[in-house]
């Protein structure tokens, strides 16, 4: 028997010593600790100066689920979404409208945004609501006619005021989200027979709707908190329902805190669904959809508790 023997094979010694393990040292961020620090004594200030004044918070939790509040948020509600709607009809025709190679109906469009986002929607408010003074009757011939004040009223003179004044700048932001479609799409949809509205409808506005929806929640959130300004016209919603209660209880800041505090929960809950909806129209943009906030939370509980492991 023979054994081959490998020449090449150099003599046996001892086998190498195992690589060291990198020891990885954090870089220190002291400027973190610093601004931390220096929040936190901010903080620490606004708690100590409120802690001063003489502020009954017992008020709050006691009127906080009272029903004229209930009833003052109901209508803030209802004036919100009726608002949003009459905005986002308008918006959509006032796109629409300047987007087209009529000139004249561009002009109008351009002229009403112009008005609209040029004056204030405060004094827009107060216009409608003392139109009274120069008109005394309202006379649409067959179809309508009785006295100024009795069809203007608080209601619907808030509702003209905020919904118009928001169809300016949501036509702004639909011509945005419909100018962001390539045009490419609307000539193929053209070329194989679709007419001009059903291409919108079928085609371009699906598509810019990932433009539309971001801009248009923060105008529905910005919308909730201007029905305040309302207050003026004499329409009872939940700001001049707060000052009506603070005036009778002698708690009027107490009540003014009560009402900041139901508007963060309105908007908290309306940043929720903004969320959810901008994720449900990412879905033909990306690849992965961004987490909810559950899959956020679940997520960093298990990191935590991979890291203890």
């Known amino acids: 028997m023979t054994v081959d023997i490998d020449k090449t094979a150099g003599p046996a010694g001892p086998s190498p010593a ?15 600790y610093v601004s931390a620090v220096v929040a936190l004594a901010l903080l620490a200030a606004i708690v100590y100066a409120f802690s001063q004044g003489k502020i009954n918070w ?24 009726l608002s949003m709607a009459i905005g ?3 918006g959509v025709l006032l796109a629409v409208m300047r987007l087209s ?21 405060l004094v827009q408010l107060v216009v409608w609501f003392n139109l009274g003074l120069v008109f005394e009757y309202i006379n649409l011939g067959p179809v309508y006619r009785d006295e100024w004040s009795d069809f203007m009223t608080p209601f619907l003179t808030a509702l003209l005021g905020l919904g118009l004044n928001e169809a300016a700048y949501m036509a702004e932001i639909c011509r945005a989200g419909l100018l962001s479609v390539d045009e490419g799409q609307t000539e193929a949809a053209h070329a194989l027979g679709m007419s001009h509205a059903r291409t919108l409808r079928r085609i371009v506005i699906p598509q810019a709707m990932r433009v539309i ?20 016209v004499q329409y009872s919603e939940l700001f001049r329902v707060a000052q009506d209660i ?17 508007y963060l929960l309105l908007t908290s809950v309306f940043s929720v669904g903004q969320y959810y909806l901008e994720r449900y129209y990412a ?5 992965q959809l961004p987490p909810t906030p ?3 939370v679940k997520a960093n509980v298990l990191s935590l508790s991979t890291r203890r492991r």
Not at 102 to 120: D, E, K, L, Q
Request: proline share 7%; aromatic share 12%; glycine share 12%.
């Open 18 to 32: 195992a690589p060291e393990t990198v020891k990885a040292i954090p870089v220190r961020h002291y400027g973190r």
């Open 58 to 81: 017992g008020a709050i939790p006691d009127y906080f689920f009272d029903g004229r509040v209930f009833g003052g948020v109901g209508k803030t509600l209802l004036l919100t979404v």
């Open 88 to 90: 986002i009809v308008g």
């Open 101 to 121: 190679k009529n000139p004249v109906t561009s002009a109008i469009a351009w002229f009403y945004i112009w008005f609209f986002r040029g004056t204030p929607v």
């Open 213 to 232: 929806v971001p801009p248009t929640g923060n105008e529905v959130i910005n919308m909730l908190k201007t029905t305040s300004l309302v207050s003026v």
């Open 246 to 262: 603070g005036q009778t209880s002698g708690a009027p800041a107490e009540m003014l805190f009560l009402a900041a505090a139901w």
């Open 283 to 287: 879905r033909g943009s990306t690849r």
């Open 294 to 296: 559950w899959q956020k």
